[in-house]
């Protein structure tokens, strides 16, 4: 199959017709469908597949035990509502680099593995790339036990449900240990290929991130009848927040966002007695972070404090830097610049990745493919068809030059 021919099967799956977006949830219908696409292309091809014990797919071409395997791939989940592209360009692209190699004719001297891993944008249990975490030793069976869902149902309920075995779920170091190198290829999550005008970059570090969880809680009162100067609303201070976040955030030259949010009584009418906000940050350094969550919330706890509002903070996740292995990323580079003048740019993210979280266990690096808007997590997500061709050649070729030589 080609790589369009595989795009258009893929994009229906879990694709809302009301907003355009998509809503693959990690053990839902449309991630069932996901991974049964995966599983058809793998044996279509003549790839070995399982999934391991933490709900990741895997294709091989060759015997993984072997050890020092080239591993590609990235995801098929989606945030809410989210493109068409995060994630599943990773998974189709590396599916047809296989192809491409074939057609070339390359000789393989050492396995080659194509990944899917479960449950990398945390849509539904709030907590990024479980699979990946859970594999690596990021993430313990007991934590991921005690994932809940907005519905109040628990992964493990989740993955019993989808016919996964929840009591497995662990640790993965004698697979790990099989894998000699992980490359992602992904969409660009902003511009700046855009900017230099190159289809195609190779990714420096990942921004240390964090996830943090604001609780205000204020007293329930009616709407209509209490007088301002009586209310303790949560709702002021939680507003207040987010405009500090946005303000510290400018001036440290990071970013940071309430993009959740979650109200209690939640009536039209009613003064809230909670207002639970998600603060999501990340900069270029650790000093850059700390400076920005530290400013909000200071700023956070005085808006509180004037309001007659009680505030609690947790850290719900956190990624410090990553900086991709230095050898394999300037092997890509030297991969990709062979023979010609070409001088592939190397950039930084602030997006988390699968490829960040097996960086402290196997060397890792990533490939990026010009996103012309610089628009991720939406419908609007987009890279032009002649750019993922470009990122499948270029995959093929770096995957030539660490597998077949």
Request: hydrophobic share 40%; proline share 4%.
């Amino acid at each position: 199959m080609t790589f369009h021919s595989m795009w258009a099967e893929l994009l229906p799956v879990g694709r809302s017709s009301a907003t355009g977006g998509y809503r693959r949830h990690a053990w839902t219908g449309a991630d069932a469908d996901c991974r049964a696409w995966f599983r058809e292309q793998a044996e279509a091809r003549g790839l070995a597949h399982e999934t391991d014990r933490n709900g990741n797919q895997w294709a091989w071409l060759g015997d993984p035990a072997a050890g020092d395997a080239v591993v590609t791939g990235s995801h098929l989940d989606s945030v809410p509502d989210g493109g068409a592209f995060d994630g599943p360009l990773g998974v189709v692209s590396a599916f047809a680099a296989l192809d491409e190699l074939r057609r070339r004719g390359a000789h393989l001297t050492r396995p080659l593995g194509i990944v899917n891993f479960g449950d990398e944008e945390g849509a539904r249990f709030g907590l990024a790339c479980v699979g990946s975490r859970l594999t690596a030793g990021a993430l313990t069976a007991e934590q991921a036990h005690r994932l809940t869902d907005g519905d109040g149902i628990t992964l493990p309920q989740a993955m019993e449900s989808a016919g996964y075995d929840p009591d497995a779920i662990g640790p993965d170091p004698e697979r790990l240990a099989r894998i000699g190198a992980f490359v992602e290829l992904h969409v660009e999550q902003g511009r700046a290929l855009d900017l230099s005008g190159d289809r195609i970059g190779i990714a420096s570090a990942i921004w240390p991130h964090g996830r943090w969880r604001f609780d205000f809680r204020g007293e329930a009162n009616h709407a209509g009848t209490t007088r301002l100067a009586d209310r303790n609303d949560p709702m002021l201070s939680y507003a207040e927040t987010v405009l500090a976040a946005r303000r510290e955030a400018e001036l440290a030259g990071a970013v940071a966002t309430f993009g959740k949010i979650t109200v209690e009584p939640n009536g039209v009418n009613a003064v809230p007695s909670l207002v639970r906000g998600w603060l999501d940050s990340r900069a270029a350094d650790q000093a850059s972070l700390d400076t920005v969550v530290g400013g909000v919330e200071q700023a956070a706890r005085e808006y509180a404090a004037t309001h007659g509002v009680d505030l609690d903070v947790v850290r719900e996740s956190f990624t410090p830097v990553v900086e991709f292995d230095h050898a394999l990323r300037d092997e890509l580079a030297r991969i990709l610049g062979n023979d010609t003048d070409l001088k592939v740019p190397v950039l930084g993210t602030g997006a988390g990745h699968d490829a960040g979280i097996l960086s402290d266990r196997i060397p890792t690096a990533m490939l990026f493919v010009r996103n012309p808007t610089g628009v991720s997590h939406s419908p609007a997500e987009y890279a032009a068809e002649d750019d993922c061709v470009a990122g499948v050649s270029a995959l093929a070729d770096v995957l030539e030059g660490l597998a077949c030589t």
